[in-house]
């Protein structure tokens, strides 16, 4: 790995010049090779040893250790401290080198994949980590680009590629890249060996969709743009090969620049720790004072009475100096109240050296095995188990506030389906019985049958027969329908073998659309930028290509100019139906309006539109028209506004055909889910990378937008100025309609509520939807507050065209204002810096690759998992570390204080109520395992109530069930419990005698009864805390009595002293003592004055102010006796306002391509005959559309009549 050198200096320009590897070593660029492991043999164990001794706690006992090796100070044994601390040491050294190792076994795999590197003329294979800036290397069909590369040449003419894209930003659709012309020739390597261009261009970056530069070359130079790169992280798809220049690569590659750095991720428990154990140690330090002041009196005052008998320690001549030693002393004796260990093992994943500090690690391990394990978030499909990546975030998954999710791919399957159309007024796709009326969910029929089409999709289904029926039949409104599907577009074809098709689209909404056109008949052979080869019901049919006015998302519709072979001229439109119903012939009102219902009942369903329509233009017009259009593309200034103007010239007028609606399929339960976690007051925003029609389409699929809302704000500003004065009108807009609803009381009983800002008690449902360019003005540092105090009064926020790094920003900025758990969920490396900025980052192991999930701490393959990993998984969890780290404190408190207490009538000479054994025994045996057993399996409802009662939730949320006041209740409880066990028993022991008449008070007596008093209480308290009774459970509490008691007799048996004498000197102690009526007399009321006030406040409470949880297991009482049938969910259909349902994933420039002839392969394809295929038998593969693998999704197009455009 020496060979992964970072870059020194920080470049203001890059020169890169080809195949001269020594001219570029001297700027000391980046390699290739990815470096994440820490640790060599060599460097393991100093720089290990050295990193673990900057943990507090390790130091801390450390310090500990030497206080207890000086005789004058220490009253416990060393190894007390130095067997745990190794033992810590030891395992975190094998932890931090397994996962090294893994770390060291990832980096190798990607280093050393092969790429073939143009070297002295000859192709070799070399490692990517071998790879360097200036080298030319060659990519084959379907390869990862292994560095940002300047396209040289490729397979294609023109020197054109297609890559996809997914890696960088999420969208699967290909897109086109391009040679320069001088060098799309060298397609030879002997050529290419002779290449030796420079490229000055602009130093490393972020930016995506930027990149600027120059070429210079046989001193000419060429300008370089982003059109011209393939970045690191893309695939070549549908291109043999081509040939590229390193220009970045390694950490300077743009994918690596978007990652963003690995963040240590703490919960907000881990967080409140800080503040805690700092008031916990000042508290130590107190109690210490206080002792210390204590011995210094009684020294001075009383103990130089005893100097005969009782002299001072070697080295100690005063009372002042007593009381110095023995502050230290108390601090080693009571050191347990201190939780550092604990606090260091949550905010690391190491163990602690108290073993209840290592229940920890113990339970979140238990917490993740439990989440692997859930065959609830196990796809079968995919064979996709859901995975915990880390172990130390699981009870932050039950606070979670906020989620900010991609789209493509995670909410999505981007998978698009022709699903219904509207043709000349008539319907089609709605599933019919065999009497011909709608059919019920469940009833679907066969699918219909194309096998009359030997060139059909076998993959492609639809249901409704009366659409093909309409084609054999002749109607020619269909047959127009089809035909324009077949011919407007920008869809490539190839056909390896007679009659086998094969369709490169540039987005999946063509590519459904040219394949529903293909099934019914009208099928797309081959394009030449002249002519369209359409076979229409057999018969094939050349068109003449006159003009492609390509689409943008301004003018949202793409139209064609055709001749056909009779010599008629016509224009085919499709397009988004707010902007192509208003450039109608007036003659078409009526169909307009039966159209507009159809649209309506589409969007309605989630389903994305497109408005088909027509026009035929005459030859002289045509020829005008023309002649304009050439100059207007020839224009110096202003090319694209004049193109606008002449392409709104000649689409009006047009004749109506028709409507198509497509099905983009959500994820199986992506509505459901969102539903539910919007009921657990959990807030989603959508970041992703998609155009705003799309994303407002899966908005409105996904039910987070709905027509019910009061309004859709839409900010679209490209100025600062702009975005500032349309938040503005928002907010103002919000603050207007509360005002004109709420009245006085309602308004301030919100307000009284646990809110932020005075927006977020607006009443009324609002959604706020911004573009990329928009945010990236709302994110300026003037401007945050306002962005944030906006959309956090929504109830559903849609970020579209959003780069990497500006989703982690919008993460980033609700964790520093919001002071909220946050969760980020993605499935492409467009995610990643997302996922690692977030409190908590999810993978989804979807299609785009798995860069998302090696940066996520939680992975699984469908988003509808995610409901369960909160609302059980992780609500457990939060449940479990919070009762786990009360009964921690309250037990370690009631233990300690007790020494406190005796420093009083001990003369504070630091000696200590329990044998050291039972100091050593009580965290690793006595109180270890049942705390254990209730912080993993411990459950207050079941899963299933869990998910049937969202608001459950939210306790975690508003953390409810562990923080300050929780914290000080613990402790007040130990504190009182720790009073009782040490007075009780002394005020007995004062006067009690033994059954032969002897006095009872004895130090070992007393230490046997009090100990024995304080496991019992602990056991009884662990007891009462479990709300979820298992065999385990049963088994380690009254196990870890038994054993107490086990050990108690052995240590204080005859055998054990003869061994070893000095160690056990105490025989038959504890038998003597517990053979005594008084003391059990003594242990009972001790527990029972500890446990009585807890049991009555426990009773008082669930009578007096229930809980949810209370309210829910009192529900599950009933249910038990009264047999009901579950409940399930009612989808009801959305029915409102008129809003588009357009959207169409499409990228501008494509139809000029194809026009001018570049991405046409030189070879045409032979139409005059074709073999017959046989007849394929249909697989029923279209799910049910609420209960299937998956859900439709719909596209409005940007705004409905309610959304308002600011």
């Not at 053979?1075 to 009321?1085: D, E, K, M």
Request: net charge neutral; proline share 3%.
């Amino acid at each position: 790995m020496e060979r992964c050198a970072a870059r020194q200096a920080p470049e203001e320009e890059r020169r890169v010049r080809a195949n001269a590897r020594e001219y570029n070593e001297k700027f000391q660029y980046a390699s290739n090779c990815i470096k994440t492991s820490k640790y060599n043999i060599v460097t393991f164990l100093p720089v290990n040893l050295f990193e673990q001794f900057q943990e507090v706690a390790n130091t801390y006992f450390l310090f500990l250790l030497i206080l207890q090796l000086i005789p004058q100070i220490s009253s416990l044994s060393w190894f007390t401290t130095i067997v745990p601390l190794v033992l810590v040491l030891t395992i975190t050294a094998v932890k931090d080198a397994t996962d090294d190792y893994f770390r060291h076994k990832s980096d190798n795999q990607v280093n050393n994949r092969q790429s073939q590197v143009l070297i002295g003329g000859v192709l070799r294979q070399e490692q990517w980590m071998n790879v360097r800036v200036g080298d030319i290397i060659k990519l084959e069909n379907n390869q990862f680009v292994a560095a940002d590369l300047l396209l040289l040449s490729s397979s294609e003419p023109h020197g054109l590629c297609y890559i996809e894209t997914a890696e960088l930003d999420g969208e699967t659709n290909m897109k086109v890249r391009q040679a320069i012309p001088v060098t799309a020739e060298l397609g030879d390597t002997s050529q290419l060996a002779l290449f030796d261009g420079e490229v000055i261009c602009e130093p490393p970056n972020n930016k995506l969709d930027k990149f600027g530069g120059t070429l210079y070359w046989k001193e000419n130079k060429y300008p370089l743009s982003n059109q011209n790169m393939l970045l690191r992280g893309c695939v070549l798809r549908n291109t043999e090969w081509c040939f590229g220049l390193v220009i970045f690569a390694g950490p300077d590659t743009k994918l690596m620049q978007n990652s963003g750095r690995t963040k240590f991720k703490r919960t907000s428990i881990d967080r409140l720790m800080n503040t805690l154990v700092l008031w916990i140690f000042g508290f130590l330090v107190c109690m210490g004072v206080i002792l210390a002041i204590g011995n210094a009196i009684w020294e001075h005052e009383v103990g130089v009475c005893f100097q005969i008998y009782l002299p001072w320690d070697e080295g100690v001549h005063s009372a002042f100096f007593s009381g110095f030693l023995s502050f230290w002393s108390y601090i080693i004796i009571l050191n347990t109240v201190v939780p550092i260990s604990l606090y260091v093992s949550m905010g690391s994943v190491t163990l602690s050296p108290e073993p209840s500090s290592c229940s920890v690690e113990v339970i979140r391990l238990g917490h993740s095995y439990f989440i692997n394990w859930d065959k609830k978030m196990y796809c079968a499909k995919r064979r996709t188990p859901a995975e915990a990546r880390t172990t130390t975030l699981n009870e932050e998954l039950g606070q979670v506030e906020y989620i900010f999710s991609d789209k493509t791919g995670t909410l999505t399957q981007n998978i698009m389906v022709f699903s219904k159309c509207s043709v000349n007024g008539h319907s089609y796709g709605d599933v019919q019985d065999m009497l011909g009326h709608k059919a019920e969910l469940g009833e679907r029929p066969e699918p219909v049958d194309f096998s009359f089409n030997p060139l059909a999709d076998p993959r492609f289904q639809f249901w409704d027969p009366s659409l093909l029926e309409a084609v054999k039949l002749g109607d020619l409104h269909v047959h127009e329908f089809f035909r324009l599907l077949s011919l407007c577009h920008t869809v490539m074809s190839e056909e390896k073998s007679e009659g086998e098709l094969l369709y490169k689209a540039q987005s999946p909404d063509e590519g459904a659309l040219v394949t529903a056109a293909r099934n019914f008949g009208f099928v797309f052979r081959s394009r030449t930028p002249k002519t369209i080869t359409v076979q229409e019901l057999g018969q094939a049919i050349t068109y003449q290509l006159l003009a492609i006015l390509d689409f943008n998302n301004i003018r949202k519709r793409m139209s064609v100019i055709v001749r056909s072979p009779e010599g008629k001229i016509r224009l085919y439109c499709k397009g988004a139906d707010t902007i192509l119903l208003e450039r109608l012939h007036p003659l078409n009102q009526e169909l307009t309006s039966v159209t507009t219902d159809h649209l309506n009942e589409y969007a309605g369903e989630g389903l994305r539109t497109l408005v088909l329509a027509y026009r035929d233009l005459e030859e002289s017009y045509y020829k005008d028209w023309s002649e304009r259009l050439h100059r207007a593309g020839s224009a110096p200034e202003a090319r694209e506004d004049h193109l606008a103007r002449l392409y709104d010239e000649v689409e009006h007028d047009m004749m109506l055909l028709g409507a198509t609606a497509i099905e983009d399929k959500l994820q199986q339960g992506v509505p459901e889910t969102i539903a539910i976690l919007t009921l657990a007051n959990i807030k989603i925003w959508v970041l992703t990378g998609d155009k705003q029609e799309t994303a407002v389409n899966i908005g409105y699929s996904c039910k987070m937008l709905t027509d019910d809302m009061t309004e859709v704000f839409v900010v679209t500003g490209h100025t600062v100025l702009e975005v500032r004065e349309e938040l503005r009108k928002a907010r103002e807009k919000m603050m207007d309609a509360s005002r004109s609803v709420c009245n006085g009381f309602s308004y301030q009983e919100k307000l009284s509520s646990k809110l932020t800002s005075v927006l977020e008690a607006i009443a009324g449902e609002y959604a706020l939807v911004i573009n990329g360019h928009s945010l990236a003005h709302a994110l300026e540092a003037d401007m945050e507050v306002e962005f944030l105090e906006t959309a956090c009064a929504c109830k559903a926020v849609i970020c579209c065209r959003v780069t990497p790094l500006q989703k982690a920003q919008v993460v980033e900025l609700v964790k520093k204002y919001k002071k909220a758990v946050t969760l980020a969920i993605g499935d492409g490396a467009n995610d990643v810096s997302m996922i690692k900025t977030a409190h908590i980052g999810v993978g989804i192991s979807g299609q785009e690759g798995i860069q998302a999930v090696l940066a996520s701490d939680y992975s699984f393959s469908q988003f509808k998992f995610l409901q369960r990993l909160l609302l059980v998984h992780g609500r457990w969890s939060y449940l479990r570390m919070c009762k786990f780290l009360c009964y921690f404190f309250y037990k370690n408190f009631a233990f300690t204080m007790v020494h406190f207490w005796f420093g009083f009538f001990c003369g504070f000479s630091a000696q200590t109520v329990y044998d050291q054994y039972f100091i050593t025994l009580y965290n690793i045996v006595y109180t270890s395992l049942p705390v254990l057993a209730m912080g993993v399996f411990d459950q207050d409802v079941p899963e299933q109530r869990s998910m049937e009662y969202p608001k459950l939730y939210e306790p975690g949320q508003l953390n409810l069930l562990f923080n300050k006041r929780e914290f000080f209740i613990c402790i007040a409880q130990g504190i009182y419990t720790s009073i009782l066990m040490f007075f009780i028993p002394y005020g007995v022991f004062a006067d009690a005698t033994r059954d032969d008449g002897a006095q009872l008070a004895d130090y070992q007596s007393f230490a046997v009864t009090v100990a024995t008093s304080l496991v019992i209480v602990v056991s009884v308290q662990i007891g009462l805390d479990t709300g979820f009774w298992t065999a385990i459970n049963h088994f380690f509490i009254w196990g870890s009595l038994a054993a107490y008691f086990a050990i108690l007799f052995t240590m204080h048996s005859d055998g054990l002293f003869r061994m070893f004498p000095n160690q056990f000197r105490f025989v038959g102690n504890a038998q003597n003592t517990l053979a005594q009526p008084t003391v059990w007399l003594t242990i009972a009321l001790t527990a029972v004055v500890c446990i009585v006030p807890v049991v009555a406040f426990r009773f008082l409470k669930l009578d007096l102010k229930p809980e949810l949880s209370d309210t829910v297991r009192y529900t599950q009482l009933v249910r038990k006796k009264q047999k009901t049938q579950h409940r399930c969910m009612q989808h009801a259909g959305r029915a409102g306002s008129r809003r588009s349902g357009y959207a169409f994933s499409h990228q501008e420039g494509f139809g000029e391509l194809i026009m001018s002839g570049k991405n046409m392969r030189l070879s045409s394809l032979a139409l005059s005959s074709f073999a017959p295929r046989p007849s394929t038998s249909w697989i029923d593969t279209l799910r049910k559309k609420k209960g299937g693998e998956g859900s439709s999704a719909g596209s409005p197009s940007g705004v409905a009549d309610k959304t308002l455009r600011v």
